[in-house]
DNA sequence: ACTGGCACTCGCTACAGTCGAGTGCCAGAC
DNA sequence: GTCTGGCACTCGACTGTAGCGAGTGCCAGT
């Protein structure tokens, strides 16, 4: 099963061509719109090959060729170069940038630039609490018996949760609270809290200690066991262009898909560093997106990753180009953080 | 111009059809599913009579007829009773109530709630920090020169942001600040605070003075200004219900107004007191919308209202019963936030 | 190994014809 | 005056037919 130079070159035309078009390309138009420098017939034996391979098929017997999931991605891993971005699209990175006054202005300010540029749905993570680490936590006594726990992160990301305490809790009670606690976890990664958390209630005094075990119960359920991730998401109407034509004419089954925060962390959550993931149709474990890919990446300060990025559209969509703007705004991004 | 109870009864049985089947409704099926104890054709006269003051209208000469949106408007203020729950509708809402362990808990699962009942996008606004009380302002260090500010409100809202100082501050001089601006603030409601917040300044001892004025123009910025409101929106996947016959078959302009947040408090968030706003089509100020319509109310612990909620579909909505599920929703939520 | 030629396939569009739901109107009954 | 049955009419939806054309596979020839 050789497929040769120009085998290869007619794949990647095809998919250029109906990445552009959105229609099936025959092989006429390929050879007047390419220089491949063969006849039709020869490129219709090509395409043969490769539909037998897999790589592309036709929707109708009397119809042009259109890439299958294979095709993509055999473009994506060998056929594509990572397009550089074009001045007035890192102008518009950089201008997103200034400005932004806490971690929720960036986050939504970078999901929104991410599905203005690459016109697709844009999904952004904020930075996960399991990869943070503590800067502060707050003790705001709401009422006597009830003690709001704000943390805050050196991500940036602020927490809180309402506590409701075994019993009245005096205001002296709630600075000793406030002081042993940030003595003992400021500066600790959460994931590696619970044996510090345990700590904490063993090392208090017989006062202090029903109410820190309450506390300290609710710090492991809320900061780590159910770890909080958020996301946010952008560009959802940039679905209906194309017609109906992507998405086999449902938006539904995506809608849906995107309403799950689940669904998403799966998506863009996954981040090995430094890799940009490209999923390809049915290379999709959830079974609603099987009509759609994902480009997404890993960003956060320097070298580190505290949370995942990326942009959802139909198959049929511009690797080259979103794989290079998933990456840039990803080292924007973290850029970003890296000067908090 | 005479309408009268017949001619009603005619216009109520349209639209109860019509959104029952979306189906354009003809004389003889009305006969035959309502009891109006007249003859399909006396019916067609009653129609005519409508259609001439535009309450109903007929998409092709041969077809039955559709309420306009001024047929809506006329059903919703004069024919329609607001549907009483049923009981799982009633448990449904109860059941979401146990377990919301904070503001953002509650935000959520109330979108999700209305969304999942209505089989409509659903639109909740987080309490508006205009109408929340200062419970708590907390200052931490972030670093020499930079301060995080944390205000938590009486609604259980939690905002913050990065403050760039003048110049390093003092640990004791931090807590100078956070005693100070507490003192003053705590309990005031945020839209009556200019006054009080620039009172902070000519009252601070000159040591303080530079960080406190800073310090002061951040919070009117960010707390009153630039009053930062919050919205949450589930459901968008309920707008593909009923193929792409609602909306004209395109769903872009929905979804492109549903992602501007300007407009979305538009919609929900000018609250009347205790009253339930419909918006049907036209009625809508903003252009991409008037092929929907809206129900809206506030919602507040006891008797006010810090917010607003609602639900967005199709003209060719059940508006009884969505009118009753978003009040109800309104005053659980409200029952809730009371319990803080 | 490539090319030109040729017969074939089949979706798309246009057009004509039929069907039927629904209407407006009118004369007559209550 | 109000309602009703009857009737002619309209027009969208559907069906069937025919022609077009883009595109293909195959084959013989260079």
Redo the contacts with the bound molecule.
Sequence with gaps: MGLDD?KLAVLRAIVEDYVATQ???????LVERHQL?????????D??VL?EEGYIR????????VPTDRGYRLFVDRLSRVKPLSPAERRAIERFLVGAVDLDDVVHRTVRLLAQLTRQVAVVQYPSLARSKVRHLELVPISTTRLMVVMIADTGRVEQRLVEMPGPVAPDDVTDLRRVVNEKLVGSRLSDTPPLVQALVDESTPQLRPAMATLSSVLLETLVERHEERIALAGTANLTRGGLLDFQGSLRPILEALEEEVVLLKLIGEAEPSTTRVLIGDENEIDNLRAASVVSTGYGPGSTIVGGLGVLGPTRMDYPGNIAMVRAVARYVGELLAQN
């Design positions: 120009r229609e099936p390309v025959g092989s006429k138009a420098g063969v006849s039709p017939a020869t490129v219709r034996n395409m043969a539909e036709q929707p109708h017997t009397s119809a042009g060729r």
